[in-house]
Nanobody
Framework: QVQLVESGGGLVQAGGSLRLSCATSRRTFGSYAMGWFRQTPGKEREFVAAIDTRWSGGRSYYADSVSGRFTISRDNAENTVYLQMNSLKPEDTAVYYC????????????????WGQGTQVTVSS
């Protein structure tokens, strides 16, 4: 079982930045590919970014809507994955979820076994 805890959400003005964190106590964290998804009411969960395991070089992948603005990274020593979000837009408002899976790096929710509880990000115009 992999428990994931997100933090760092909040309210920010358009054009601002936030950094989300997702921590786990799992010692084998480095062996899991990590993803970030987001969801708004009435819509399906949407892929944001993913990063490969430490053993595969930690390659990253992004949705077109966030490419160039968001950066996913991982600190394997701290068992934490981050999502740096810059140039935020009102349409980025959503609950953001962290996910983990031994296999890299699905862009659909079904590709991940483990999920956090989510953290709210609200971008005001």
């Amino acid at each position: 079982q992999v428990q994931l805890v997100e933090s760092g959400g909040g309210l920010v003005q358009a054009g601002g930045s936030l950094r989300l964190s997702c921590a786990t106590s799992r010692r084998t964290f480095g062996s899991y590919a990590m993803g970030w998804f987001r969801q708004t009411p009435g819509k399906e969960r949407e892929f944001v970014a993913a990063i490969d395991t430490r053993w595969s070089g930690g390659r990253s992948y992004y949705a077109d809507s966030v490419s160039g603005r968001f950066t996913i990274s991982r600190d394997n020593a701290e068992n934490t994955v981050y999502l740096q979000m810059n140039s935020l837009k009102p349409e980025d408002t959503a609950v953001y979820y962290c996910a983990a899976d031994p296999t890299c790096c699905a862009s659909v929710p079904g590709g991940y076994h483990y999920w956090g509880q989510g953290t709210q990000v609200t971008v005001s115009s």
